[in-house]
């Protein structure tokens, strides 16, 4: 049975990308900018970007987008930990549904299997577009796993 904080966090982040935008690389849209308008810290600047969904996942958990980079990963962190637990769950999804092959078990390859869902254009098939990647993950937020 999926965890009611994975369903919490894949839905925050769908809505996330719905209202700031969808990135096609990871994270979060590195060119972007705000003219006019302060942020509070550079957090809260990248947070406010367009962002792919492993970026709005780390911001549905009060996390930076960036918190998937190597050397920025704490997996001691509740956060990251309930981000890479959305994450996991998401994959699942998207192997079960065909949308992205099977992989290797390590959770960087899960990770960067939910990257390369969403950034489909950039390395392989074809590019999902913003509304169908928002509606998978609210799909993947209901689904529940086989026992």
Not at 83 to 97: G, N, S, T
Request: with cysteine; charged share 25%.
């Amino acid at each position: 049975m999926i965890d009611v904080s994975q369903r919490a966090v894949l839905e925050r982040a769908a809505g996330v990308i719905e209202h700031n935008g969808l990135v096609r690389h990871f994270y979060y849209d590195r060119e972007q900018t705000f003219p006019g308008v302060a942020f509070d810290s550079e957090a809260d600047h990248k947070a406010a970007r367009r962002l792919c969904p492993l970026g709005a996942i780390a911001v549905a958990c009060d996390l930076e987008p960036d918190a998937w980079a190597e050397g920025n990963r704490d997996r001691n962190d509740a956060r990251f930990q309930a981000a890479e637990d959305a994450a996991w769950h998401l994959v699942q999804y998207l192997e079960h549904h065909g949308l992205v092959t099977p992989g290797d078990s390590s959770p960087e390859a899960i990770i960067s299997g939910v990257g390369e869902w969403a950034d489909a254009g950039g390395h392989v098939g074809i590019a999902r577009p913003l509304e169908v990647i928002v509606a998978t993950m609210r799909t993947a937020a209901r689904w529940e796993p086989a026992a």
